[in-house]
């Protein structure tokens, strides 16, 4: 194997070993902010920071890599970018989160990782990737589907919850749509997207990151889940976490 193919296998095997911890931590930033983590930054610009290296790293990668470009690779460009476009410059000053902080340890942690992530996908596909398949084919027609109902579940999640933060009376249970199953629709989008986007390219780099997302999303949406049954005595009882009807 390749010292590439170990590196990415390596960072799968980080995931793994990750994912236990983070079942048991609630990371603190949003409503599970708390002192003792160290200087504290702007929420929303620390969402900006987390997110502009997936977003410039990835991008520039593929486009400015050797490896011949087809319609796959350029509709995978075009999924990761529309939705990191969202991600970074959208739905951070969305957020009617005026004064709150997160730590910068999360913010740096954050930097990090998408940075290894838009590396390890960049590299795949501007740099080391086989020619593309023929396209369009089932995977890729399957898994570009997915992503864009990721990406509406996500952003419909995400919608819902800043309207209830809009009317300036703190956290509420939400109601309607996925929120009628699940208490995070907007995390279980996002695990679709990128469910979707490592099905259309069918790499380690993509499975790594989609396996990443769920780690990091999954434990996330527990925890959000627990806070809503701590906080509210009537929160709808037969909602699961993340996943509909099972987690």
């Known amino acids: 194997m390749s010292t590439f193919t170990w590196l990415v296998l390596i960072w799968i095997a980080v995931a793994v070993i990750t994912f ?8 603190p930033y949003g409503r599970h902010t708390t ?5 504290m930054i702007d929420n929303r610009w620390g969402w900006f920071w987390m997110e502009l290296p997936a977003l410039l790293i990835f991008p520039l990668m593929v486009v ?8 796959l690779t350029w509709l995978l460009l075009l999924l990761w970018t ?4 969202n991600r970074t410059l959208i739905f951070p000053f ?12 999360i913010a740096v942690s954050a930097v990090c990782f998408n940075g290894v992530n ?19 084919d089932a995977l890729a027609f399957i898994g570009a589907a997915l992503f864009v109902t990721g990406m509406l579940i996500n952003l419909r999640a995400d919608a819902r919850l800043i309207a209830l933060r809009e009317r300036g009376d703190g956290y ?31 790499s380690l780099p993509a499975f790594s990151f989609a396996l990443w997302t769920f780690i990091n999303l999954s434990p ?22 993340v996943i509909p009807y099972l987690w």
Request: glycine residues 10%; hydrophobic residues 40%.
């Open 220 to 241: 996330r949406a527990q925890n959000h889940h627990a806070w809503y049954r701590e906080r509210f005595a009537e929160y709808p009882r037969e909602r699961k976490a």
């Open 172 to 202: 509420k249970i939400p109601r309607g749509g996925l929120f009628e199953r699940i208490s995070c629709p907007n995390h279980f989008g996002e695990i679709l997207e990128w469910t979707g986007f490592a099905l259309a390219a069918w």
């Open 82 to 85: 529309v939705h990191y476009v």
């Open 20 to 27: 236990p911890f983070l079942l048991r931590l609630r990371v």
């Open 118 to 136: 838009g590396a390890i996908n960049g590299w795949w596909l501007g740099f080391a990737a086989p020619p593309d398949r023929a396209f369009p």
């Open 94 to 105: 969305r957020l009617k989160t005026s004064g709150k902080k997160m730590p910068l340890l």
């Open 64 to 71: 400015f890599g050797p490896r011949e470009k087809d319609a």
């Open 35 to 39: 002192t003792g983590w160290g200087p």
